[in-house]
């Protein structure tokens, strides 16, 4: 795991890593008022020799409408990104969401 861990340290905005190997779970903190791009946690773990799993985020932040389109928003990020549910949730809480980093940009659900 020490690959994983050298690799996801390579990302911009990256604070602090704890890998569980019993689980295989891997905990990201990000710095301070620093975006992480989602979908180069996935190709950082696969170019470490690993199969990325799912990945869920947990982070507090507001849901916004820009053209018709529903983002999130985590507090302190500038970037929002799609969100893939109902209008009324996620405002203000904390929140546990699934994301799709198959998509581009990453779409966060419920």
């Given at each position: 795991?020490?690959?994983?861990?050298d690799a996801l340290r390579r990302l911009d905005?990256?604070?602090h890593i704890q890998i569980d190997l019993q689980t295989n779970l891997v905990t990201i903190t990000p710095s301070p008022r620093v975006?992480?791009?989602l979908s180069a946690v996935p190709r950082a773990i696969d170019r470490a020799g690993f199969r990325p799993g799912k990945m869920r985020l947990r982070g507090r932040g507001a849901l916004e409408e820009r053209s018709g389109t529903l983002l999130f928003r985590f507090r302190n990020w500038t970037t929002a990104f799609p969100w893939s549910g109902?209008?009324?949730t996620g405002t203000g809480e904390t929140l546990t969401m699934r994301v799709?980093?198959?998509?581009?940009?990453?779409?966060?659900?419920l």
């Open positions: 795991m020490k690959g994983v861990d905005g990256v604070g975006t992480i791009d109902t209008k009324g799709d980093y198959t998509t581009t940009p990453p779409t966060l659900m």
